[in-house]
């Protein structure tokens, strides 16, 4: 049974930083592309960041230069640190990990940006 295991969010001030992790298990994610999205209530999912299989990032406009995205392939683990957060960063984030007829949904990790 394949799952996805998000763990990190949760309540910070603007300007903070998080650190978003993925934990997948079931079957090996190697060869799969692995990305963040975030969904904020009333609005739709978007992806935030993914990356490739031999590891290059592609990031929204939105996150370039504050997010950083890494794969830890033999742990079969993504990461998101997150810097320099603003009150618009506040969602729900998920992982994602596809490829050739699969794709794979974390639950959702809260992350909140307030003062």
């Known amino acids: 049974q394949v799952q996805l295991v998000e763990s990190g969010g949760g309540l910070v001030q603007p300007g903070g930083s998080l650190r978003l992790s993925c934990a997948a298990s079931?079957?090996?994610?190697?060869?799969?592309?692995m990305g963040w999205y975030r969904q904020d209530p009333g609005k739709e999912r978007e992806l935030v960041t993914s990356?490739?299989?031999?590891?290059?990032?592609i990031y929204a406009e939105s996150v370039k230069g504050r997010f950083t995205i890494s794969r830890d392939n033999a742990k079969n683990t993504l990461y998101l640190q997150m810097n320099s957060l603003k009150p618009e960063d506040t969602a729900v984030y998920y992982c994602?990990?596809?490829?050739?007829?699969?794709?794979?949904w974390g639950q959702g990790t809260q992350v909140t940006v307030s003062s």
């Open positions: 994602r990990i596809w490829g050739v007829g699969y794709s794979y």
């Open positions: 079931g079957r090996d994610f190697s060869f799969g592309f």
């Open positions: 990356i490739t299989t031999g590891g290059s990032p």
